[in-house]
């Protein structure tokens, strides 16, 4: 029911202090495990925070989905979806290859937006049920320390 993180490591065992540094927190709403894309229409009933939904494109049976999403930091990549999708009858599947990139707009040198593209191979329906990393984030406006020890 609740989620509880420990580390143990013996790199900390005679430590003098130890302390968290909470810059940021990312969570799933649980309305939001998945998400519904018409792969006829391209479009996405929603999308977690930040990203959208770029382009669907379909070849013999197959579709390439390709999600843009903003970077958190500079030049940083995030994961937006895991790699489990369902049909329309709620059987589970997964993809095994994406790629990411991002793209400076003309007269930019750096871009404020990464892409990640993967495939849905030999999928015979027109909808799929993605399963977003998260549904919304925050930034913390100044780093929180908790000291530990």
Do not use: C
């Not at 580390?7 to 495990?33: C, H, N, P």
């Not at 500079?74 to 895991?82: E, G, Y």
């Not at 589970?92 to 991002?102: A, K, Q």
């Not at 400076?104 to 993967?118: I, P, R």
Request: overall charge negative; charged content about 25%; glycine content about 6%.
């Amino acid at each position: 029911m609740m989620t509880s993180y420990r580390a143990d490591s013996v790199y900390f065992f005679q430590a003098d202090r130890l302390e968290i540094v909470v810059t940021g927190a990312e969570w799933l709403a649980k309305d939001m495990e998945t998400v519904r894309v018409d792969l006829s229409s391209g479009s996405a009933d929603r999308m977690p925070e930040g990203a959208e939904l770029w382009s669907v494109e379909e070849k013999d049976g197959s579709y390439t989905i390709t999600v843009r999403a903003m970077m958190r930091t500079s030049n940083r990549h995030h994961q937006i979806f895991d790699s489990t999708y369902y049909d329309t009858a709620g059987v589970e599947y997964d993809f095994y290859r994406w790629s990411s990139g991002s793209y400076a707009d003309a007269g930019q040198t750096e871009s404020k937006y990464f892409y990640v593209t993967f495939g849905i191979e030999d999928y015979p329906y027109t909808e799929v049920w993605l399963t977003p990393s998260y549904s919304s984030e925050w930034v913390a406006p100044t780093p929180i320390t908790v000291n530990i020890k």
